[in-house]
């Protein structure tokens, strides 16, 4: 059914919807309660906090990644919306199937792009060449159980491969092009060592190239919580705000050392990214400082969540090592440094104050799992009669309309229509209207 535009506040779900105050929705059959709906969306964004809480916390949200390309549009986004695979829409890259990135918003959190973007939402600018801007809201009680890491900025994620793991080191060694931990003030600066003492999984001293996952087993994901948790990196050691901006500024002398380095490859790392070193002249921030600042920021540790293990499936071994719930540490540590409204150009490659999005990285096994048994009657934190969650995505979402920022796409026809997006989704989980999801427009 078509309900008349509903009139929200200004710092609500634009974030979701448009960058303006009212929208109209569209429900799909099944959906008994849209004003409910977005009374209980808007609330969560609205008095989100730092809590261990999911449902305290914000909004979960995944927008499609890898549908289409503005940048080659060959073959045009309009042939991908309707030819990709229904579970290219509700699973993970295909560098790292096994993970899908979501990002928690509220209005803690909410940096404007630009000044002259207003109330702007910080969520991944790569959507805008490849969105469509659509996508869905999680289930406070699916993002407990699910996720497995939270990063309180980009995770490079695609970069890993568990996803939650060391950056694999030949990454940055192609940048510099020479191994970069045979720089001996960088392999200081960047490396961290899991002493043996502590590896309950084979007793060995772990380096930060020692033992890299090769495979998705149980001795390597616990290694690499292991190996987490005793690395004593962690953004506040690094980042302190100097005039109201976050830079990074407290170095060790092999950090400076080693960004001495990177500043003597510049013409190196210039040819490595034309693109981006062209785009930066004239920023807070060189394109050597820019990668090195990169590269220190990989190394910091990342916040656990308890689907940590979901990778294994459900049969997995019983692990030694459990799993935290660090939502509240990282959401601490987001808000004290990428908080509303703050400037950290310096930290990035630009001095505009462009948005930063947390990352959020769910199982996509425990996602589909969860979706594809989803029940009937559940409360607004997902759970069934029983208090046991029951699915993971409570809302359908299009950011289309009459959405002029280019910060997405730009007009209706590179847009998912609802009765699309409603069929992608029965069709990739095999189900009717009504134990479909909503969709809110």
Not at 162 to 186: A, H
Not at 248 to 262: G, R
């Amino acid at each position: 059914m078509d309900l008349p535009p509903l009139y929200l506040s200004t710092m609500l779900l634009s974030l979701l919807l448009l960058i303006s105050a009212s929208a109209s929705f569209t429900a799909v059959d099944g959906s008994d309660d849209i004003e409910g709906l977005l009374d209980v969306l808007n609330g969560r964004y609205i008095n989100g906090k730092p809590s261990s809480d999911y449902a305290e916390a914000g909004i979960f949200i995944h927008l499609f990644d890898g549908i289409c390309d503005l940048y080659n549009p060959d073959p045009p986004c309009d042939y991908n919306l309707k030819n990709s695979p229904p579970g290219k829409f509700f699973g993970g890259t295909v560098d790292n199937p096994q993970n899908l990135a979501t990002s928690l918003l509220n209005n803690e959190l909410n940096t404007p792009m630009s000044i002259e973007y207003g109330d702007g939402i910080s969520v991944y600018p790569t959507w805008t060449g490849y969105g469509p801007a659509a996508g869905f809201v999680l289930f406070p009680c699916a993002a407990e159980q699910s996720i497995r890491c939270m990063i309180p900025y980009d995770g490079d994620s695609n970069s890993k491969l568990l996803g939650c793991s060391r950056m694999n080191v030949d990454t940055w060694s192609k940048v510099l092009q020479t191994p970069v931990f045979d720089i001996e003030s960088c392999a200081k600066c960047f490396g961290s060592v899991l002493p043996a003492e502590e590896n309950v999984v084979n007793g060995r001293e772990v380096n930060y190239q020692d033992d890299m996952p090769t495979e998705v087993n149980l001795t390597s994901l616990e290694i690499e919580l292991l190996f987490n948790r005793f690395n004593n990196k962690s953004m506040d050691m690094y980042m302190e705000k100097v005039d109201g901006k976050v830079e990074i500024t407290t170095l060790s002398d092999d950090c400076e050392a080693c960004k001495t380095v990177f500043r003597d490859k510049k013409d190196i790392i210039a040819k490595h990214d034309v693109v981006q070193c062209a785009a930066i002249l004239g920023s807070n921030v060189s394109c050597p400082d820019a990668y090195f600042n990169q590269f220190l920021m990989e190394t910091v540790h990342f916040y656990e969540g308890l689907g940590y293990y979901d990778l294994l499936g459900e049969d997995v071994a019983e692990e030694l090592t459990k799993p935290k719930n660090e939502l509240l540490e990282m959401m601490e540590i987001q808000t004290a440094f990428f908080g509303l409204n703050q400037d950290y150009s310096n930290f990035h490659i630009s001095d505009i104050p462009i948005p930063n999005y947390n990352e959020i990285d769910v199982s996509v096994g425990h996602f589909r799992r969860l979706e594809s048994e989803r029940g009937a009657s559940l409360d607004d934190e997902g759970k069934d009669e029983n208090g046991e969650c029951g699915a993971s995505i409570q809302a359908l979402i299009l950011i289309c309309d009459d959405q002029t920022d280019p910060f997405y796409y730009e007009s209706r026809d590179k847009c998912l229509r609802p009765d699309t997006f409603a069929d992608i989704y029965k069709e990739n989980f095999k189900t009717d209207d009504a134990s479909t999801p909503p969709v809110l427009l």
